[in-house]
């Protein structure tokens, strides 16, 4: 086997492991979220769908999902390769997660702690390992592709669109 099929095979696996940490820790934190109400003035069930962090825990793992089968596909054919529109979808996912944890590391944690932003219950996984892993997958492991202006344009609008939001949707005013 010569170099370049054992880099695509590692940067396949690699990234399959990534991706199934990202999905199973971003929906087993959301879905114990809906069961569970461990903090204060936390909803229980489907109300949790209005926090800007449930959303793209949620979000980022389906955007994970789709590119799955396409590690498996690298992994057989010894080619991996991204689509453009994997590569749209999953940056969407990851600038969301990243956000998510600028957030919790500017906002959350002055105003409350380090301690509740980050390793109380589930906002371990939703704050810093999901986001940590997504901006590992993107930015290191899929590292072979580019994003337009545009694109990077329309994330921010429709991130921020959704953050506020969820802002308002919690009651928040200007």
């Known amino acids: 086997m010569n170099l370049h099929k054992t880099a695509f095979k590692s940067r396949c696996i690699t990234a399959l492991i990534i991706s199934s940490l990202i999905i199973v820790s971003s929906l087993v934190s ?11 003035k936390l909803y229980l069930g489907v109300q949790n769908f209005r926090y800007y962090t449930i959303l793209t825990n949620f979000s980022l793992s389906i955007v994970v999902m789709l590119s799955v089968p396409f590690q498996i596909e690298g992994l057989r054919k010894d080619n991996y390769h991204l689509p453009r529109w994997i590569v749209n979808v999953l940056y969407f996912g990851v600038s969301d997660a990243a956000i998510t944890f600028i957030t919790a590391s500017c906002f959350i944690t002055p105003v409350l702690s380090f301690q509740e932003a980050f390793l109380t219950k589930f906002n371990f996984w939703q704050h810093f390992f999901s986001p940590v892993l997504s901006m590992i997958l993107f930015f290191l492991v899929d590292k072979d592709h580019t994003v337009s202006f545009k694109m990077s344009l329309f994330c921010f609008m429709i991130s921020s669109v959704s953050a506020f939001k969820g802002y308002y949707a919690k009651g928040g005013s200007l």
């Open 30 to 40: 959301v879905l114990f979220m809906l069961d569970t109400a461990y903090q204060h």
